[in-house]
């Protein structure tokens, strides 16, 4: 094994587990069928699902807590936050603060949950005349204790912003490195949140998208010591990292300070990296809450249940924007950004 390698772990369905500062991340991908005047899939096709709580991936796809359109409705959040990658489809976003967003197509949504937050993640089906495929990744990043309580706030890093990074190795195979946070040689990405542990420049928090072509090579160059490093092997069969044959899906643990050659087996390969320094406090988390104690935990659960956050102020749980929206963002105090 390579000296960069510090753990390989087989990962089974998402959830994958994850190193501080992350806490939580997933991949979907769903082959969603050609969608209906609801932006839904055909009421035939949702016989025999338990609806309300369809992780079944039958026919190659959920509707997770959805009825009619797949996604997951109102949901409170406090002491973390959520960063949404959206590489195909459309997710329609709702908060109890009275913020919209549609997004997708390479676009990311970071959002601060903070002293909390209500919102909705719905995935509609805007094409009635050709399959809906959606794929993304949450990934949840934990706060330090002093900003757990911070207010709200969300960020979108539309993928124009985004720099994807082309490269072509020694023969003539291609690499994308998509960089949703961390720069990648001198072209950063768009600012995170500004309560965010990414916000800290000595975090080094890092979320790259590595594509290669079948039997590409590219070199991940090494960082600051004292990072979590991971990187997540989740498509092409059999990779290579560091010399090291790994099966997909994997959870690689790598040093932060090496740099370590990947590549892909007879078939196109992607790997996830997520790297941060770690927060290194306690974790009480339960459900949508996270925080550093028992008590805050149960406070939490409290403060909602008197509060809602803020309330609800849209008349279902589960809002999807119009088929016909383009991506867009009404921000609460009433910013708005539209990219088409």
């Known amino acids: 094994m390579s000296d960069a390698i510090l753990s390989v772990r087989r990962v089974g369905a998402p959830p994958w587990p994850t190193p501080d500062p992350f806490l939580f991340c997933v991949h979907h991908l769903d082959h969603y069928p050609k ?48 960063v949404t990658v959206v590489r195909r489809g459309r997710v329609d976003h709702s908060d109890s603060l009275g913020g919209t967003a549609r997004y997708g197509g390479g676009d990311c949504q970071w959002m601060t949950a903070g002293s909390g937050i209500v919102h909705s993640e719905m995935f509609p089906l805007t094409r009635q005349d ?11 990043i934990n706060l330090p204790a002093r900003n757990k309580m911070c207010d709200p706030y969300f960020t979108m890093l539309w993928h124009e912003a985004i720099p994807q990074h082309r490269f072509t190795d020694d ?32 975090a080094h928090v890092a979320i790259w998208t590595i594509k290669l072509d079948a039997g590409a090579t590219w070199t991940l160059p090494g960082g600051a010591a004292g990072l979590n490093r991971w990187l997540y092997a989740f498509e092409g069969g059999t990779v290579s990292v560091g010399g090291q044959a790994v099966a997909t899906p994997s959870a690689v643990d790598v040093r932060s300070d090496a740099s370590v050659e990947i590549s892909a087996g007879i078939e196109p390969a992607e790997f996830l990296m997520l790297q941060g320094r770690p927060i290194g406090e306690p974790v ?47 921000h609460p105090g009433g910013k708005v950004e539209r990219r088409g």
């Open 35 to 82: 969608g209906t005047a609801a932006m839904g899939p055909a009421p035939a096709l949702l016989r025999g699902r338990s609806i309300g709580a369809d992780f079944s991936n039958r026919d190659g796809w959920s509707m997770y807590h959805g009825d009619v359109v797949p996604g997951f409705p109102r949901h409170p959040h406090r002491g973390f936050e959520t």
């Open 130 to 140: 050709a399959p809906n495929t959606a794929e993304l990744f949450q990934i949840w």
């Open 171 to 202: 023969q003539g195979r291609n690499v994308e490195v998509v960089t949703m946070a961390g720069a990648l040689g001198e072209e950063a990405p768009p600012a995170p949140p500004p309560e965010s542990w990414a916000s800290q420049e000595d």
């Open 284 to 330: 009480a988390k339960h459900g949508p809450f996270v925080m550093n104690t028992r008590e805050e935990l149960i406070q939490a659960y409290n403060d909602y249940q008197r509060t809602q956050f803020g309330g609800w102020p849209w008349p279902a749980d589960d809002p999807a924007h119009p088929a016909e929206e383009g991506r867009f963002a009404k």
